[in-house]
């Protein structure tokens, strides 16, 4: 990283015969105290091509340098009283940071019990669904947080009745099924085992014959065959 002289707030430096000046809001770091705020400040500058020397360190350090006028220096000191040049450029950074966080996240984060985790994996709703994440944030008032160095988190268990709320809303076949399943886990079969091969049959009929088959009618297809054992199971039959 450049070497240089802080005059009160600005940062000053020289790089091929230029004065060049920045400060602490045009700088960020992974193990720093800079958040959304740095990050979108430097696209700021990167997009109005005021940038001209970029300086990176170790640990994903940047530091931008822009020349050294008395225009600049006039930006750089709004930064004093107001530390961002343009609010939903920051917005769409935190946007971002908050998009890569769930990128690596599932639906295990919730904290959900083992069964609402397997049906929900069997309905191919592994991944998170981002309308419902985004409805759950909204009726619970909890938000995804930046923390310093550009990272983030959210409370996702706080989110969990919520998001599964949402998502039943959005899957009917999720409740159909939730409700199988406790009631198999209590020994008694919401249904005879008949029902069970009398949908079977009629479904895969239905199915075979070209008719489209409902969320509902293909989650209880899927699971019919495999509920018939678990309550053969249970019974003894």
């Known amino acids: 990283m450049l070497e240089y002289k802080t005059n009160e707030f600005i940062h000053e430096t020289e790089l091929d015969g230029q004065k060049l000046i920045s400060c602490d809001y045009i700088q960020y770091g992974d193990y720093d105290s800079s958040c959304a705020i740095e990050r979108a400040n430097v696209r700021y500058l990167e997009e109005k091509e005021l940038i001209e020397y970029k300086d990176h360190g ?3 350090s940047v530091k931008a340098w822009i020349l050294d006028t008395e225009e600049n220096r006039e930006s750089l000191g709004v930064l004093q009283n107001y530390p961002c040049f343009d609010d ?3 917005s769409q950074v935190e946007t971002e940071i908050e998009d890569e966080y769930l990128s690596n996240e599932d639906i295990r984060c919730f904290g959900f019990n083992i069964w609402t985790n397997e049906v929900l994996q069997d309905l191919d709703l592994y991944s998170i669904d981002r309308a419902c994440y985004e409805q759950a944030k909204e009726k619970t008032n909890e938000y ?7 990272s983030g988190y959210i409370e996702f268990k706080r989110l969990a009745s919520a998001y599964l709320e949402a998502l039943k809303a959005k899957h ?5 099924i939730l409700n ?4 198999l886990q209590m020994d008694l079969p919401p249904f005879p085992i008949n029902f069970y091969y009398g949908a079977a049959d009629m479904l895969q009929h239905y199915d075979a014959t070209g008719n489209a088959l409902t969320e509902v009618e293909r989650a209880l297809l899927l699971y019919c065959e495999e509920l018939e ?6 019974k003894g039959i």
């Open 88 to 90: 939903e450029l920051v």
């Open 58 to 60: 170790g640990y994903g």
């Open 180 to 183: 199988i399943r406790e009631k």
């Open 229 to 234: 054992s678990i309550i053969e199971g249970v």
């Open 144 to 150: 995804f947080r930046v923390e310093s160095g550009g």
């Open 172 to 176: 009917p076949a999720i409740d159909i």
